[in-house]
T-cell receptor, first 114, second 109 residues
Framework: GAGVSQSPSNKVTEKGKDVELRCDPI?????LYWYRQSLGQGLEFLIY????????KSGLPSDRFSAERTGGSVSTLTIQRTQQEDSAVYLC????????????FGQGTRLTVV | RKEVEQDPGPFNVPEGATVAFNCTYS??????FFWYRQDCRKEPKLLMS???SGNEDGRFTAQLNRASQYISLLIRDSKLSDSATYLC??????????FGTGTRLTVIP
């Protein structure tokens, strides 16, 4: 597809379980972003990848959260030992990374921890 | 201090009204600026880029003030379909995009 693809679109998990969220960016986009959005709230920055540079992990809320980007393309956000406060929509975006072009978002993964 | 700050609103305006949102940014080296629109339970989508000279797209006008480090969005003749959250986005000198928390607009019949 031409756009950013995220999977799964919805995920319900039990408290304490680990989850993996996947993002397929637009082909050729070197920049990839993960954000979290709780119901009725703004976007919360989590992590940013740019090419082969070390990622900016400054937004990750705890060490239960990690992300990787393999081959400069697909990214996986992993949440270990999920808690109820992790329930949110997790949005991925990608951009060409040229400093001038906008980012394009995937439709998000709605995570519910029960 | 946050990279990008917006008034969260909500702004409740009648149909046909003109409404303006402002957004301030902290990094004077920021290179590019955008307004995004986010509908309820949807992902943000680009509304318009903001150019140094200001730009207009139909009822929407975006302006940039580098000296005061703010951008603005003006919506004229508001429609019910304009109801959404409007996000200010700034590309910092380090090529990272920073999103404001958004301003919620509700256009009332």
């Amino acid at each position: 597809g031409a756009g950013v693809s995220q999977s799964p679109s919805n995920k319900v998990t039990e408290k304490g379980k680990d989850v993996e969220l996947r993002c397929d960016p637009i082909s050729g986009h070197t920049a990839l972003y993960w954000y979290r959005q709780s119901l009725g709230q703004g976007l919360e920055f989590l992590i940013y990848f740019q090419g082969n540079s070390a990622p900016d992990k400054s937004g990750l809320p705890s060490d239960r959260f990690s992300a990787e980007r393999t081959g400069g393309s697909v990214s996986t956000l992993t949440i270990q030992r999920t808690q109820q406060e992790d329930s949110a929509v997790y949005l991925c975006a990608s951009s060409p990374g040229d400093g001038y072009t906008e980012a394009f978002f995937g439709q998000g993964t709605r995570l519910t921890v029960v | 201090r946050k990279e990008v700050e917006q008034d969260p609103g909500p702004f409740n305006v009648p149909e046909g009204a003109t409404v303006a949102f402002n957004c301030t940014y902290s990094n004077s080296a920021s290179q590019s600026f955008f307004w995004y629109r986010q509908d309820c339970r949807k992902e943000p989508k680009l509304l318009m880029s903001v150019y140094s000279s200001g730009n207009e797209d139909g009822r929407f006008t975006a302006q940039l003030n580098r000296a005061s480090q703010y951008i603005s969005l003006l919506i004229r003749d508001s429609k019910l379909s304009d109801s959404a959250t409007y996000l200010c986005v700034v590309n910092s000198g380090a090529n990272n995009l920073f999103f404001g928390t958004g301003t919620r607009l509700t256009v009332i019949p």
